[in-house]
């Protein structure tokens, strides 16, 4: 299935949730968040999240520094 991520164009398996995509995103999902179609997705519904055709996700990764 076709989901879009920031905007772009991204496949996932169909029945993917919303940690599958942050898995195939990257290794460290700390300080990762996570907006589905216009509403924050907490952490502790990630893996109970459920991504369908066409859904919009924003991902924003927080960086530390100084």
Known sequence: ????VNGDPFELEDGAAVSDLVAK???DPRGIAIE??????P???HAETSLNE???LEV???VGGG
């Open 54 to 56: 066409g859904d919009r």
């Open 1 to 4: 299935m076709q989901v879009f």
């Open 36 to 41: 589905l179609n216009r509403e924050i997705v």
């Open 25 to 27: 995103l990257t290794d």
């Open 60 to 62: 924003v990764q927080f």
């Open 43 to 45: 952490k502790s519904k």
